[in-house]
């Protein structure tokens, strides 16, 4: 039986004819043999494209999925590009690294013989290493990108390819269009692309040891070793089966704390692709994801507890108090390494203008960094979400002369200092480590110091979280509904009022159609992106509710937040308006019973 879709049938005969993976070949060849076209039409038809700073998708065979023939046209497309970008191309070279999921090490050599076969010189670490290892490589050796092969923590069958460029922040627009385009003009594989390259290849080198040594020289570390190797409290660390383990380690050991307060979760301190111990290895995921530290902290008597994700960039903090586990969300987090690197800078460089000093932080993560630069003297900048921006923004910022101390998001993404232009889980775990030992000589702990900041600044409380949704056409036909919500208006028709009109909504800004009625030409001041959606909703009484859609994940998200004042203390009553504006928001913009929408696993 011949395929009754000619253009699905003309992919097919280009697959089979360029695929030399014996088993994704294979795969095609079995569906194409079993008549399974609709099979065939979702992996082949739809082409991976470049989303967050590079792609990421479900590994398997097809051109809409990851594997040996894909990564290598998008490679193919990436050196295509910089050739035109980057004359210096052949001079500077370029980084590749991986992390512990399936096939990521052999994409990350294939990658680089794309590379190699051009004469462009290619570092490719021979072992695991954090996402954050290839920006500093770049700026630290001066090269033209940097590519990670790593998936972070999505689920076990996914895996991707995260793109730096020269300035070390990951790829912003039109880079990302200009590689898909140029994909697009190299998809026929070179000679010799599925043969991994010789180890011995003269433009090829692993400075593994000196990148490493180097890393832990520049860790943003502000106590003395002596100071830090007095902690008293025992810290618990997970890698979640990712690579983080021997990199943070050496943080501690830099930092100056005693090894023998760090607890390694053992069952998940390697590199494990199943992942087996959880169902989703993402610390933000919460109490589902931390069972094994839970555990190993209980047994030991430790009081707090460090996560990273698979590929470390990310950083999840919990601590014991009195018998129950908080688990400190990114907000938090973000308030507390804010708090303390100004404070660190203050004390080490009291002569530098804070007028030149930087706070960053995404338009979905708490403005409890704005409220604290205002009464401090110091600069906030707000990003689109995603440290793609906010890399981008600190590297400009550089460039001009100023002092970026501190960015972070809500999706537990810190970045300390600016050795590194993107979230660091390594860092960030030796820099709470450090504010640890600050708050244990004062006889406090995290959350202590979390409430003398919001006695300071004010409570500033967020509700966050998610809906799964596996149909776009799902997803798009609620951001469709939120825009044209009241019958018979025909522009501006986003809802006036939430929660059965006991609130007002006074601002709406939509960052998929460039909306925003808080500006007088009603035309949003940030980047607007047609590819997702977002809007935000100011309401009457001080909330802030922002909803939008992943660019890597089938989440439909929400954040809300209440900024109080600091003469407001009854943080109760905040926290009880918010959660019942939080209920009544989600039953009339998302409609999760209609809609069929998954909550977040508890």
């Not at 033209?144 to 996914?158: E, F, I, L, R, Y």
């Not at 501690?252 to 005693?258: K, L």
Request: glycine residues 8%; proline residues 5%; hydrophobic residues 40%.
């Amino acid at each position: 039986m011949e395929c009754p879709n000619l253009e699905l049938g003309l992919l097919i005969k280009k697959w089979q004819e360029w695929d030399q993976n014996q088993g994704t070949l294979q795969e095609i060849n079995t569906l194409v043999d079993n008549h399974e076209w609709d099979k065939l039409e979702n992996i082949m038809m739809k082409r991976l494209e470049f989303g967050t700073a590079g792609i990421r998708g479900k590994m398997g065979a097809g051109f809409g999925q990851m594997n040996d023939l894909v990564i290598i046209q998008v490679t193919q497309g990436l050196l295509a590009h910089l050739q035109t970008d980057d004359p210096a191309l052949s001079s500077k070279g370029v980084v590749f690294g991986y992390d512990g999921r399936h096939n990521s090490a052999r994409w990350a050599s294939l990658a680089a013989g794309v590379f190699l076969r051009a004469g462009v010189p290619v570092i490719l670490f021979r072992t695991t290493v954090p996402t954050p290892f290839i920006p500093f490589t770049v700026l630290q050796r001066g090269l033209a990108a940097g590519v990670m092969v790593t998936a972070s923590h999505n689920p076990k069958c996914d895996n991707g390819y995260k793109v730096y460029w020269a300035n070390g922040a990951q790829i912003l627009s039109p880079h990302d269009k200009n590689i898909q385009a140029a994909i697009l003009d190299n998809l026929e594989p070179q000679t010799g692309a599925f043969v991994l390259p010789d180890p011995e290849h003269a433009l090829l080198s692993n400075p593994w040891e000196e990148i490493n040594s180097t890393y832990f020289t520049k860790l943003p570390i502000f106590n003395s070793k002596e100071f830090n190797s007095s902690l008293h409290c025992s810290v618990v660390y997970t890698a979640m089966h990712g690579v983080g383990c021997p990199y943070v380690v050496q943080a501690w050991a830099a930092a100056g704390f005693d090894p023998e307060k760090l607890l390694i979760v053992e069952q998940q301190k390697d590199p494990d692709p199943e992942f087996s111990t959880v169902d989703f290895p993402n610390p933000e995921e919460g109490a589902s994801a931390l069972d094994l530290s839970f555990q190993k902290a209980n047994s030991c008597g430790a009081k707090y507890i460090l996560a990273n994700d698979p590929d470390a960039d990310r950083l999840g903090v919990a601590q014991k108090n009195k018998e129950a586990w908080k688990i400190l969300n990114g907000n938090e987090i973000g308030a507390l390494l804010g708090w303390w690197l100004l404070k660190c800078f203050r004390a080490k460089r009291p002569d530098t203008p804070l007028d030149k000093v930087h706070f960053l932080a995404s338009t979905v993560s708490s403005k409890i960094l704005n409220t604290i630069a205002k009464k401090e003297g110091i600069n906030f900048i707000e990003t689109l979400t995603g440290f793609k921006h906010m890399g981008n923004h600190a590297d400009r910022l550089l460039k001009a002369g100023e002092t970026v101390l501190f960015a972070y998001e809500e999706a537990i993404g810190f970045m300390c200092g600016t050795e590194v232009l993107d979230k660091d889980g390594v860092s960030a775990a030796a820099v709470v480590g450090e504010l640890i030992a600050h708050l244990e000589t004062k006889n406090m702990d995290l959350t202590d110091q979390l409430n003398v900041i919001y006695k300071t600044y004010g409570y500033h409380f967020t509700l966050n979280s998610y809906y799964l949704c596996y149909d776009p056409a799902v997803t798009n036909r609620i951001f469709a509904r939120i825009r044209n919500f009241n019958a018979g208006v025909e522009t501006d028709n986003y809802p006036a009022t939430l929660c059965c009109g006991k609130y007002k909504v006074v601002g709406v800004r939509d960052l998929t159609t460039g909306y925003d009625d808080t500006k007088l030409d009603k035309k949003a001041t940030l980047p607007v992106s047609k590819s997702s959606h977002m809007i935000t909703f100011w309401l009457d009484n001080g909330v802030v509710i922002t909803l939008r859609t992943s660019g890597t994940e089938p989440k439909i998200k929400y954040y809300t937040e209440f900024c109080a004042p600091p003469e407001n203390d009854d943080w109760t009553a905040v926290e009880d308006e918010l959660a019942e504006i939080v209920k009544q928001m989600l039953e009339e913009l998302f409609q999760p019973a209609l809609n069929n929408l998954t909550p977040k696993p508890v």
